[in-house]
């Protein structure tokens, strides 16, 4: 057990008073300047922000009157602000800068001293300066007779340390650059001060040390740091430019304790090596602490506190007592020779205190006094970085993608990993080529092509059908008017069916043609259905997986090591997996980092050069850059090992010959999709010829219907007609009205024509008959809601010569005589044109589907010509040029 301390009695030690200033009102200045330079508005707005920091500034003018730690609290804000309003308002005797605050502050030691600036880095220096007094005034405040006093009282005396360290590496260099300066903020006094807070927290842990009776040689090593902070310290002291500056009592105590804890350290030292029987050694390590000791009291000044002279006459008894057992011992038992004091190795020290960082503490980027006002050049350096920072994250991007792309062609060389999944049977196809198997099993693949050819089969009954239903319209009616002809001879004068509906036949031949090529062409696919039917089988496999070959384990094996080979294949590529996903999420911790990097505070706030600060902050990056590199490294030496296990186990599972069958069976699947591509677009084809078709058909028998059912009433007309001759009814006078003139269906290109004379006023004509001749009026659509009377159609209109005598002038057929049936609408609508379709012909046959001649609209009606008649079809078919004629005959 070690002996009590020789100072933890006394524990005599040194706090720093503040230093003093004059009133300065920094309101005024301020709000004139955002005024002038921003506008009032803005000013205004930051009325608040300015009221603050008068409050800061009258608060650390006063006396202090509160508690230390609320006097630290104030300090500390009050810095903060200082570093936002360094950043945006120029302090200095410019004329365009804010040239009416002038700063004073006078010298703690001096106190008649004082400096005097433009310039915000001597108060930002003085705040500094204040806050570690009051750290050093709060650590001597505190009860140091306990363990946990003196515990708190070293946090304080560490928190010292690291102000006076702060205000050195920071500010005292700036604080000096004036005409005005004080010594007490020099870099030379800011550092003995951080130095002198460091002994006395390192004399506090001693203390502790002691207290629990920690070992001998722990104790001396304690000591003895605490003596070298104080020799240090005392170093400052006795050059310029603080020699002459502080007061002899302050010389005196540092003097006298760098000697006080340099013998402690020798006196624990002793008692090791007592201990270790070292006797010699011991006792030319007490007299150098006599020695030291000895020294300190003669050539220290006066004014030392007695504390601590008495705490040294103690230490130096207990040396000497020490050092006479030692002696004795030696002369009568070791008899071992003492060597000289400066042949012995220098005390061993052990530090356990150091600055505490400040930088966290008044770190002012957080700081939103001000924050509206981002002067230009805050704004220049934040896009610098930002560029900067892009371009860190677009290099680290690429280089990742790089990585990735290369793993993935390495691999695709090598056939990985399908040749290690089809080992375990997990077949896989291409994605292209399984997208294209999956599309044709959606559409019900080859298996249900038969439905598609029943489909048509069924669409080309039905237009058989109708087709034969249309020829029998027209062959009943040309069968009636052979009829009435035969029994009426000569008196029946409306031309023959047959010269009428001469289009018509000869549109139902076209159509009836089409149909017959329509069945070769259906014939042609039903025959390659069935010749492709072992080809495309393959596609209506489910999954389509299992078509491919799998790859067999090799039949005879002389070492059995094909598991070991694979297994060891398998464990890195899951390695390289790994490394695939890592540098997935390196990627996003680069965007992460990114998002969240905002330095605008810190350029605000920042007093140094804006490189040295995007050095610091571009230097977050540099661990995930240094990880990417790692990764990328890895990999490549993760894939020459792939290559080279790759190699066995290509050599073992006879890999060659399993590609060979793949490839095959990839071949089979493209060709199979090949062709059922073709019939599923031939089939396609014939569908929508038929739909087509079906409707062209349809539209052709309503035309002959029409006909059909004007030529009946035309036929109940004549017949009236010829009745009324023969009974001796019909007038000579009537002979050139009663004439009917009919029309052949016209061609498609002629536009009809009205009658070349006007027709006969019914007023003129005091004794004609005017003949009920009704005109056909087809139904118009449906679909028109609230409208009960359809508009009618007039009936055939054309001009060939007349069939009645050949002295009177020909009337139309629509004569404009009073009553009749079916009076023609005020405004006609042209009747819809008939159409011929056709389809082009489809990629992968040699020519059309079906030849379907295309449809021709008809021409518009020219005023006062006589409505088409609605069987009105166009000219002679020819086919499309762009067809050929594979499906003529």
């Keep these: 057990m070690a002996s009590p301390s020789s100072t933890a009695a006394t524990n005599v030690m040194l ?115 204040n806050l570690g007094a009051v750290h050093s005034q709060m650590g001597l405040s505190l009860d140091r007779s306990a363990v946990e006093g003196r515990r708190q009282a070293s946090h304080s ?60 040689g722990v104790c001396a090593k304690i000591s003895r740091q605490a003596g070298i ?22 010389l005196a105590h540092v003097q006298l304790k760098a000697a006080l804890f340099y013998a402690e350290a020798c006196y624990r030292y002793g008692m090791e090596l007592h201990d270790k029987e070292e006797i010699a050694e011991e006792i030319a390590r007490l007299k150098s602490g006599i020695s030291a000791l000895s020294e300190a009291k003669k050539t220290s000044p006066r004014g030392a506190a007695q504390q601590l ?146 489909q048509l089969k069924d669409l080309k009954r039905v237009n058989q059908e109708l087709l034969v239903q249309t020829e029998e319209l027209l062959q009943k009616e040309a069968t009636e008017d052979s009829q009435f002809r035969s029994q009426f001879g000569t008196r029946w004068t409306r031309p023959q069916s047959s010269t009428l509906t001469k289009n018509l036949q000869d549109r139902l031949n076209r159509f009836a043609g089409n149909l017959k090529q329509a069945a070769e062409s259906d014939a042609r696919i039903e025959r390659s259905v069935r010749d492709h039917a072992a080809l495309m089988s393959i596609l209506d496999r489910h999954p389509i997986e299992s078509a491919l070959p799998t790859l067999a384990r090799p039949i005879m094996s002389l070492d059995a090591n094909e598991d070991a080979i694979a297994g060891a294949l398998k464990q890195s590529l899951r390695q390289l997996e790994g490394l695939g996903a890592q540098r997935a999420g390196l990627e996003d911790m680069l965007k992460e980092m990114k998002r969240k990097d905002d330095i605008l505070p810190k350029l605000m706030t920042s007093t140094g050069s804006h490189e040295d600060l995007f050095r610091k902050e571009i230097a977050k990056y540099d661990h995930i850059c240094e990880e990417i590199a790692q990764n990328l490294e890895a990999q490549e030496q993760l894939l020459l090992q792939i290559q080279t296990q790759n190699e066995d186990f290509a050599s073992i599972f006879n890999l060659e010959d399993y590609k060979a069958s793949r490839e095959r069976i990839y071949k089979q699947i493209e060709a199979a999709i090949s062709k059922y591509r073709e019939i599923k677009e031939n089939i396609n084809e ?37 009745q009324r001759q023969i009974s001796g009814l019909s007038f000579q006078d009537n002979k050139g009205s009663n004439g009917y003139n009919y029309t052949s269906v016209p061609q498609s290109h002629q536009v009809p024509r009205s009658n070349p004379q006007p027709p006969t006023d019914p007023a003129n004509m005091p004794n004609a008959v005017r003949p009920q001749t009704p005109t056909y009026h087809p139904p118009q659509q449906p679909a028109m809601a609230g409208n009960p009377q359809q508009p009618t159609m007039p009936g055939y209109t054309q001009n060939p010569p007349p069939y009645g005598p050949p002295q009177q002038p020909t009337p139309p057929y629509h004569l404009q005589a009073s009553g009749p049936p079916y009076p023609p609408p005020q405004h ?62």
Excluded at 170 to 187: C, F, I, L, Q, R
Aim: hydrophobic residues 40%.
């Design 15 to 129: 706090a720093i008073f503040e230093k003093k200033t004059v009133s300065l009102d920094l309101y005024r200045p301020l709000r004139n300047y955002i005024a002038f330079n921003y506008s009032e508005r803005e000013a205004q707005n930051l009325e608040d922000d300015l009221q603050t920091l008068k409050q800061y500034r009258s608060e650390i003018e006063r006396v202090p009157a509160d508690s230390l730690p609320a006097r630290r609290d104030i300090l500390q804000n009050y810095y903060k602000a200082l570093c936002a309003v360094e950043s945006r308002f120029p302090i200095s005797p410019d004329k365009d800068h804010i040239n009416s605050v002038f700063f004073t502050w006078y010298d703690t030691f001096k106190n008649k001293q004082k400096a005097v600036q433009q310039n915000i880095h001597l108060e930002k220096a003085a705040v500094l300066f």
């Design 157 to 216: 005396f560490i928190a010292a340390a690291g102000a006076f360290a702060f205000l050195r590496d920071n500010v005292a260099m700036k604080a000096s650059m004036g005409s005005s300066t004080t010594v007490d903020m020099s870099v030379e006094c800011a550092g003995m001060l951080e130095r002198l807070m460091l002994a006395q927290a390192q004399e506090c842990v001693f203390e502790n040390t002691i207290a629990k009776g920690s070992t001998p």
């Design 229 to 250: 902070y104080y020799e240090e310290a005392l170093a400052a002291l006795n050059v310029a430019p603080l020699n002459y500056h502080f007061d002899k009592g302050w």
């Design 309 to 454: 002279l008495d705490a040294i006459n103690k230490l130096e008894a207990n040396l000497n007592q020490n050092l006479a057992r030692a002696v004795k011992e030696n002369d009568r038992v070791y008899l071992m020779r003492v060597p000289q004091a400066s042949s012995l190795a220098p005390l061993p020290a052990f530090s356990l205190v150091k600055p505490m960082p400040m930088n966290d503490v008044l770190d002012a980027s957080k700081e939103k006094m001000f924050a509206s006002l981002v002067p230009d050049n805050s704004a220049k350096a934040l896009s610098r970085y930002t560029e900067m920072v892009d371009d860190v994250i677009r290099s680290q991007a690429e280089r990742l993608q790089r990585g990735s792309e290369l793993a993935r062609v390495r691999l695709r060389e090598m056939d990985l990993p399908d040749s290690i999944l089809a080992l375990e049977g997990n077949l896989t196809l291409p994605m292209a080529l399984k997208e294209d198997v999956e599309a044709v099993q959606v559409c019900g693949g080859p298996a249900g092509l038969e439905a598609e050819l029943q």
């Design 686 to 722: 014939g569908l929508k010829f038929y739909v087509t078709l079906q409707d062209a058909i349809t539209n052709v028998k309503q035309q002959c219907s029409d006909f059909v059912m004007t030529r009946n009433i035309q036929c109940r007309e004549m017949m009236d007609e010829v």
């Design 828 to 889: 006609q609508q042209q009747p819809p044109p008939s159409h011929d379709y056709g389809q082009p012909a489809y990629p992968g046959w040699r020519g059309p589907y079906y030849n379907v001649p295309p449809q021709q609209p008809a021409p518009p009606q020219q005023p006062g010509s006589m409505p088409r008649p609605p069987y009105t079809v166009p000219s002679p078919y020819h086919p499309p040029p762009h067809q050929s004629g594979y499906y003529r005959q």
